[in-house]
């Protein structure tokens, strides 16, 4: 079955730190990302990393978080540091198939990634 899972959200005071996974399974990915939507707000890329390695973010969480991959794992993380409020919503994580072109540092283009995750909230207080 193809999918990916996410894990690893919860609730975090401001500058707390958490570890987002993501399990893809099925088939073999090129382009992976991810991607994040509050409440009332459109979905936003906050990282993305190509087949190699090569990675982009959101300027609103760089030099605070890091998107990595085990390919030996088939699986994605996303460390997040230095937590703020405005940090809060619900992440997903998104692939590209292998195979299909993609282009990693437009993290605007969500139509790019063909498989999605449920998502896993991430909450974080003040």
């Known amino acids: 079955q193809v999918q990916l899972m996410e894990s690893g959200g919860g609730s975090v005071q401001a500058g707390g730190s958490l570890r987002l996974s993501c399990a893809a399974s099925g088939y073999s990915w090129n382009c992976m990302g991810w991607f994040r939507q509050a409440p009332g707000k459109e979905r936003e890329g906050v990282a993305t990393?190509?087949?190699?390695?090569?990675?982009n973010y959101a300027n609103s969480v760089k030099g605070r978080f890091t998107i990595s991959k085990d390919n030996a794992r088939n699986t994605l993380y996303l460390q997040m540091n230095s937590l703020k409020p405005e940090d809060t919503a619900m992440y997903y994580c998104a692939a590209v198939m292998s195979g299909r072109y993609c282009y990693t540092p437009d993290l605007t283009d969500l139509s790019q990634y063909n498989l999605w995750g449920q998502g896993t909230q991430v909450t974080v207080s003040s």
């Open positions: 990393i190509d087949n190699e390695g090569s990675t």
